[in-house]
């Protein structure tokens, strides 16, 4: 299905902004997060021009074989790990570094078969309370993951933080202080930080680092700007004009008839909406860009379309608006709309065509 609303991806932004993540943790290796179709930037492409990462995260064990399967011998961590012993079959025969979370995969693996063999990372709940088994268990349950005949060495000690995008937030301090005192000693390389850790907590630069959000250009702090993380935006997603219109004073436009016209509006409707990702929850005066200009949109968002101010712009039909990108940060427009970058990231890019430059 061909729309014309296209997300646009800068690859040298990507590289760019794995480059920022080595400059800032550089003495970890990186292991580049591309679950949800990386972000909604396509998982085999970012993959592709991310192929220097030091491996790669996923959620999921299709996911982890989609990559193989395009031939990329990268380390792979499965961030959610196994299920089934047909995934830890598929974990073995595909060298896949599974995270082992809750007692149910103990279990499992004590009636795997004895060929098989995994990678494994045992991750450590430390105060998120999503994955992750207690923390206070992580010398025993690392002494018997050494020892169990279908792990091979040495299992990873990994754990995630609830809170790390609130900059000196005291959560945060008390995860690292019990992942210290838990695994003090254990002879395991360790993973913590995602981006708001890699970016904000140089505590958390352990043997690897999974940069995830910050690769996409998008800053992971809650009241972030992505140029202050010295990061570049990799998205820009755009839509052509399709109508243009000058409303009279006192005129309303859209569902709900929502937004009235002050004056003599002239007003351009914009072939986006939410059945492409664009949240419905942009209220009126949300930003865009359009002709070297920022304007804003009037009234509610509907499924295909958007009207959009163009007061002072000087425009015509097929004129290319810019949602988010270069000029309108993807976070500028998710706090606006009440959510968070990523959302917008996942939804938009995995509803549009896609175009690589
Ligand atoms: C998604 C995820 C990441 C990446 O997080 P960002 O905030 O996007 O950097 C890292 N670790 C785990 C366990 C995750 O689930």
Redesign the pocket.
């Known amino acids: 299905m061909k729309r014309s609303a296209r997300a646009i991806i800068d690859t040298s932004a990507l590289r760019h902004n794995l480059r920022r993540c080595r400059e800032v943790a550089p003495n970890s290796l990186a292991m580049a ?1 591309i ?1 949800a179709n990386a ?1 909604g930037h396509n998982m085999l492409k970012t993959a592709e021009t991310l192929n220097n990462a030091n491996g790669f ?1 996923v ?1 999921c064990i299709p996911e982890a074989l989609e990559l193989r399967q395009a031939r990329f011998i990268h380390p792979i961590l499965v ?1 959610q790990g196994f299920n089934t012993q047909q995934d830890l079959k598929a974990a073995a025969e595909h060298r896949l570094r599974v995270v082992i979370h809750d007692r149910q995969q103990l279990d499992l693996l004590d009636s795997a078969r004895p060929s098989i063999k995994i990678d494994a990372a045992l991750k450590l709940d430390t105060g998120m309370h999503r994955l992750g088994l207690p923390i206070e268990q992580a010398r025993n349950l690392f002494e018997r993951l050494g020892k169990h005949p279908n792990i091979k060495p040495t299992p990873w000690l990994m754990t ?1 933080m609830a809170c790390a995008d609130e900059p000196g937030n005291r959560h945060t301090q008390a995860q690292l202080e019990r992942f210290a005192k838990y695994t003090e000693g254990l002879q395991a390389p360790r993973s913590i930080g ?3 850790s890699i970016l904000g907590w140089p505590q958390t630069h352990v043997n690897w680092v ?5 690769l996409y250009g998008s800053s ?1 702090f809650m009241d972030g700007n992505h140029k202050e993380d010295g990061l570049q935006a990799a998205m820009t997603l755009t839509a052509p004009l399709i109508s243009i219109h000058t409303i009279a004073k006192g005129e309303s436009i859209g569902y709900g008839a929502s937004w009235t016209c002050p004056e003599d509006t002239r007003t351009g409707v914009v072939a986006i909406g939410y059945a492409d990702g664009y949240p419905r929850h942009a209220p009126s005066g949300t930003p865009v860009w359009l002709n070297g200009k920022e304007t804003r949109i009037l009234g509610r968002v509907s499924m295909d379309m958007v009207v959009i101010d163009l007061t002072a712009i000087d425009a015509r039909i097929g004129d290319q608006v810019e949602l988010w990108g270069k000029h309108i940060s993807v976070d500028r427009v998710a706090r606006t709309a009440g959510t968070i970058g ?1 959302e917008l990231l996942c939804n938009a890019g995995n509803l549009c065509q896609h175009e690589y430059t």
Do not use: T
């Open positions: 997060v679950k972000y995260a959620s961030l995630h995602n981006s708001a999974r940069p995830g959000i910050m992971p990523y």
